[in-house]
């Protein structure tokens, strides 16, 4: 299979940041690959990167073939790009924003306005189309600056965390249309904050942090790498703690990770059901008083702490920048609560 997205060993320095400090990946032809990782991990400094919106210090990268370097010219004719920030006229309506990329394309009259009046059916945008475009929602923007990115009907497309910042219905609808795209054939870069977003998406998954690949595989597999699924469990009094700590060791994989009021404790088991099971048995043998406890699979918190160490990442103010992720990890069902495990983690 030919790779249709190839870049090795990229690397680029802000003064004291090393965005990417030696990148590697590979798409090939007609999958989908999810550039997953923090914020600040490097994903849109490779996005940037592959498209030619930025050069790199050091490296080498093909896309559909075309030497991304010697020839960006050659490659912007290749991909359709769609940002973190949707790209469009506000004061266009949806129609002529897409009209007016397919002018620029060089489409002709003709040919630019079916293509727009296409795209706009099948973005579900018609209704709207001749609606100026910042009358739209967000996901409606997104949609649409996804349908510019389209007119040109490029063999590869890269999507820079393209549902960040929608609610949770517009994220599930854009994710329909990404599905689509890809079984219609197209070869896909995504990057992503959402494990889910990767797992729902992508054949693969590399996921990055400080400007380098970490780990690849498929969403299955990191999770497995990952443990597995976790025990949590809730309780009344943080005096059981370590009754119940005592409890969870025979079925734990890992670590035994308590929150810090030391009520609530989490591992990854190998055996699912039976391993709760085991566990549901002892509490009620013990007679200890539960408020919550449950089976649950990994979330992004999860994988990161197994594979980084930690589940944060904290720019050079000592900020969490995480909050958004957290945010909408809890949307889309999928809790995670890095502060609570990074500081569990650090116990
Ligand atoms: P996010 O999920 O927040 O978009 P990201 O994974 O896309 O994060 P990048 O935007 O690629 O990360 O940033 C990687 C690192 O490079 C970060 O530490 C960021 O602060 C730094 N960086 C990016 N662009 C610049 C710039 N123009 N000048 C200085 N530093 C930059």
Redesign the pocket.
């Known amino acids: 299979m030919t790779d249709m997205i190839r870049a090795t060993g990229l690397r680029?320095r802000?003064?004291d940041?090393e965005?990417?400090a030696g990148l590697d990946l590979d798409v090939p032809e007609g999958q989908v690959l999810a550039l997953l990782?923090?914020?600040?991990?490097?994903?849109?400094?490779?996005?940037?990167v592959l498209t030619t919106l930025l050069k790199a210090d050091a490296g080498s990268a093909t896309v559909a073939g075309v030497d991304v370097f010697a020839d960006p010219d050659g490659v912007r004719a290749r991909i359709g790009l769609s940002g973190?920030y949707a790209a469009v006229d506000e004061h266009l309506t949806g129609y002529e924003n897409l009209e007016m990329v397919g002018r620029l394309y060089g489409l002709g009259r003709t040919a630019a306005r079916d293509r727009a009046r296409e795209l706009l059916e099948r973005f579900g945008l018609s209704d709207a189309g001749d609606r100026p475009s910042k009358t739209y929602s967000g996901g409606m923007r997104r949609r649409l600056d996804l349908a510019g990115a389209l007119v040109a009907e490029p063999p590869v497309l890269v999507l820079?965390?393209p549902t960040?910042g929608l609610d949770p219905g517009s994220r599930v609808q854009m994710w329909d249309v990404i599905r689509e795209l890809v079984s219609s054939g197209a070869t896909l870069l995504l990057?992503t904050?959402y494990l889910e977003e990767a797992d729902r998406l992508a054949d693969d998954i590399l996921v990055?942090d400080h400007?380098k690949a970490i780990a690849r595989g498929t969403a299955d597999e990191l999770k497995a790498q990952t443990g597995g699924e976790r025990v949590e469990v809730v309780l009344r009094h943080a005096a059981d703690r370590d009754r119940v700590r005592r409890l969870l060791e025979p079925v734990a994989v890992g670590e035994i990770t308590v929150d810090t009021n030391g009520r609530e404790l989490t591992t990854a088991v190998q055996g699912g059901v039976s391993s709760l099971r085991t566990v549901l048995d002892g509490l009620e043998s013990e007679r200890v008083e539960v408020l919550d406890i449950g089976l649950r699979r990994p979330t992004l918190d999860d994988v990161f702490l197994s594979l980084t160490g930690h589940a944060a990442e904290t720019?050079e103010s000592g900020t969490d920048?995480d909050t958004d992720a957290d945010a909408d990890a809890d949307e889309s069902g999928t809790t995670g609560d890095s502060t609570k495990t990074q500081e569990a983690a650090t116990r």
């Open positions: 680029k802000y003064k940041v965005a990417l990782g923090p914020n600040g991990a490097g994903k849109t400094t490779a996005v940037r973190q820079d965390e960040t990057t904050q990055i400007g720019d920048t």
